[in-house]
């Protein structure tokens, strides 16, 4: 039983300082602040404070000593997440524990392709350590400079190389985690096949924190491409873009690492507010796709590949121009575009509608056209940047106030144009939550589109190793 009293939190906070020392605690509202707020400046939470373990023997005892007293936790990695779901949003006494300073690399198995390290590792700093060894970490996120493994894992974040090698869950081969009544879940296993019962690792990658704090993980890595070519084509519309991307499969011997669209929107936001992003082709286009090919074996020639994907592509007339990258700066120029899109989108500051949606991949132009004709008959002059991993079906949406729209009006008109961007997507055989999770943000949603089945299976997980909702309470389970 939870002794939940002004004395027994007191006491608890005390025990967990003297577990973590000065370093591993924070309380003063200045110093927490960057916890109890997301990315994109949600609301601020309420936390009696942060705790910072270095290990996960200190993790397990900081839940024991907050959950036996009441206090509720929200286990937070590098706080890049879009969807409120690593920040405070209950009015129950909490603490938020962060895995900053769990960032060890405990085991590197080159010959294994394997890799176990520990949640507070940034996902950039994942790839350099294997880069090293001549392996390829295949995760890749526009926040890759924040994003932690932790965080990254119990969101079951995609990226950019979905195409090739899946989301973070196909990356996983094992997991540690700390659970609700603070024992230790040890699965980090590096193994291939284990067929021995069920595949516990699978309730944590996706589950946000309401299961456990995940501490450690195991990842398979892959051979390190050591020829790269990169891409930016004009093309007139989507439905060219998906005949491109059939194609480019087929003949790049499935080469593809990313495949990724943008309209005209997105270049013009990008070289609106971003610094040093220029247009790299001559003439605008209604539509791009950046696109770019990977190998291992320096005997592959991917550039042959890639200007015979062009030709092919400009005859059909599918593309109409194109640049390919001839050095590592214009390449990483080219990203620049597509990866900035977040941050430029927050600096536009316009009021607007955003979604992550998914839909099969050979539905992804029938879900822009219907989509943005559904809305902009509930508010005609939506202005559209609709961009992301065509890919994988995952497209990033985003639709803002017309100009001469009051804010009122605006307010009216959003919860029928949300549902319209969604329900569009559902009844093409999509998610209306593609790679950023649920969190508390999308609550409503999953109890309005969710299947009652897979609900009720949640909530039974949840019961099972959560029964008093300690664990990021308000997140995830409707």
């Given at each position: 039983?939870?002794?939940?009293?002004?004395?027994?939190?007191?006491?608890?906070?005390?025990?967990?300082?003297?577990?973590?020392?000065?370093?591993?605690?924070?309380?003063?509202?200045?110093?927490?602040?960057?916890?109890?707020?997301?990315?994109?400046?949600?609301?601020?939470?309420?936390?009696?404070?942060?705790?910072?373990?270095?290990?996960?023997?200190?993790?397990?005892?900081?839940?024991?000593?907050?959950?036996?007293?009441?206090?509720?936790?929200?286990?937070?990695?590098?706080?890049?997440?879009?969807?409120?779901?690593?920040?405070?949003?209950?009015?129950?006494?909490?603490?938020?524990?962060?895995?900053?300073?769990?960032?060890?690399?405990?085991?590197?198995?080159?010959?294994?392709?394997?890799?176990?390290?520990?949640?507070?590792?940034?996902?950039?700093?994942?790839?350099?350590?294997?880069?090293?060894?001549?392996?390829?970490?295949?995760?890749?996120?526009?926040?890759?400079?924040?994003?932690?493994?932790?965080?990254?894992?119990?969101?079951?974040?995609?990226?950019?190389?979905?195409?090739?090698?899946?989301?973070?869950?196909?990356?996983?081969?094992?997991?540690?985690?700390?659970?609700?009544?603070?024992?230790?879940?040890?699965?980090?296993?590096?193994?291939?096949?284990?067929?021995?019962?069920?595949?516990?690792?699978?309730?944590?990658?996706?589950?946000?924190?309401?299961?456990?704090?995940?501490?450690?993980?195991?990842?398979?890595?892959?051979?390190?491409?050591?020829?790269?070519?990169?891409?930016?084509?004009?093309?007139?519309?989507?439905?060219?873009?998906?005949?491109?991307?059939?194609?480019?499969?087929?003949?790049?011997?499935?080469?593809?690492?990313?495949?990724?669209?943008?309209?005209?929107?997105?270049?013009?936001?990008?070289?609106?507010?971003?610094?040093?992003?220029?247009?790299?082709?001559?003439?605008?286009?209604?539509?791009?796709?950046?696109?770019?090919?990977?190998?291992?074996?320096?005997?592959?020639?991917?550039?042959?590949?890639?200007?015979?994907?062009?030709?092919?592509?400009?005859?059909?007339?599918?593309?109409?121009?194109?640049?390919?990258?001839?050095?590592?700066?214009?390449?990483?120029?080219?990203?620049?575009?597509?990866?900035?899109?977040?941050e430029a989108g927050k600096r536009e500051g316009t009021p607007r509608i955003a979604g992550d949606v998914s839909v099969p991949v050979s539905r992804v132009a029938d879900y822009l056209e219907q989509s943005q004709a559904a809305m902009s008959e509930c508010m005609p002059g939506l202005l559209f940047n609709c961009f992301g991993h065509m890919g994988d079906g995952n497209i990033h949406y985003t639709a803002r106030k017309p100009a001469g729209v009051n804010d009122a009006a605006w307010e009216e008109k959003k919860p029928d144009l949300t549902?319209?961007?969604?329900?569009?997507?559902?009844?093409?055989?999509?998610?209306?939550?593609?790679?950023?999770?649920?969190?508390?943000?999308?609550?409503?949603?999953?109890?309005?589109?969710?299947?009652?089945?897979?609900?009720?299976?949640?909530?039974?997980?949840?019961?099972?190793?959560?029964?008093?909702?300690?664990?990021?309470?308000?997140?995830?389970?409707?």
């Amino acid at each position: 039983m939870n002794d939940q009293t002004p004395q027994s939190i007191d006491a608890a906070l005390a025990e967990i300082r003297s577990i973590l020392g000065p370093k591993g605690w924070l309380e003063d509202p200045n110093d927490t602040l960057k916890y109890r707020t997301d990315w994109r400046g949600a609301p601020e939470g309420e936390a009696l404070g942060v705790a910072r373990p270095s290990t996960t023997q200190e993790t397990s005892a900081v839940v024991k000593a907050a959950v036996k007293a009441g206090i509720c936790i929200v286990p937070q990695g590098g706080n890049t997440g879009l969807a409120i779901g690593s920040v405070p949003t209950e009015e129950r006494p909490t603490i938020i524990v962060s895995t900053d300073r769990l960032t060890a690399v405990r085991n590197l198995d080159p010959d294994n392709y394997a890799m176990v390290a520990e949640a507070g590792c940034v996902i950039q700093n994942m790839q350099a350590v294997a880069a090293e060894a001549g392996r390829l970490f295949p995760l890749s996120l526009a926040s890759e400079g924040s994003s932690t493994v932790g965080g990254t894992l119990s969101t079951n974040a995609g990226g950019n190389n979905t195409i090739k090698y899946g989301n973070t869950r196909e990356q996983i081969l094992g997991i540690e985690a700390v659970l609700a009544d603070g024992s230790v879940f040890d699965g980090l296993e590096t193994l291939r096949k284990n067929n021995t019962g069920y595949d516990m690792k699978q309730l944590f990658i996706g589950a946000e924190g309401t299961l456990g704090i995940v501490t450690a993980a195991a990842f398979r890595l892959m051979p390190l491409p050591r020829v790269r070519e990169t891409a930016m084509l004009s093309v007139p519309s989507p439905r060219e873009a998906q005949k491109l991307l059939s194609s480019a499969r087929e003949l790049s011997g499935d080469t593809i690492l990313a495949f990724e669209i943008m309209p005209r929107a997105a270049f013009d936001l990008a070289i609106r507010h971003i610094d040093g992003i220029t247009d790299p082709l001559s003439e605008p286009s209604p539509w791009y796709v950046l696109i770019e090919m990977g190998t291992p074996s320096p005997l592959d020639d991917l550039r042959a590949k890639l200007e015979a994907i062009f030709a092919e592509a400009m005859e059909q007339g599918w593309v109409t121009d194109g640049v390919i990258a001839e050095s590592e700066g214009q390449r990483r120029e080219l990203w620049r575009i597509r990866e900035e899109q977040a941050e430029a989108g927050k600096r536009e500051g316009t009021p607007r509608i955003a979604g992550d949606v998914s839909v099969p991949v050979s539905r992804v132009a029938d879900y822009l056209e219907q989509s943005q004709a559904a809305m902009s008959e509930c508010m005609p002059g939506l202005l559209f940047n609709c961009f992301g991993h065509m890919g994988d079906g995952n497209i990033h949406y985003t639709a803002r106030k017309p100009a001469g729209v009051n804010d009122a009006a605006w307010e009216e008109k959003k919860p029928d144009l949300t549902a319209r961007m969604y329900e569009t997507a559902l009844t093409l055989g999509g998610s209306f939550s593609a790679e950023h999770g649920i969190g508390s943000e999308k609550l409503p949603y999953l109890a309005k589109y969710g299947s009652p089945s897979k609900i009720a299976l949640m909530k039974a997980v949840k019961q099972a190793l959560d029964p008093k909702n300690m664990m990021n309470p308000g997140k995830v389970i409707p």
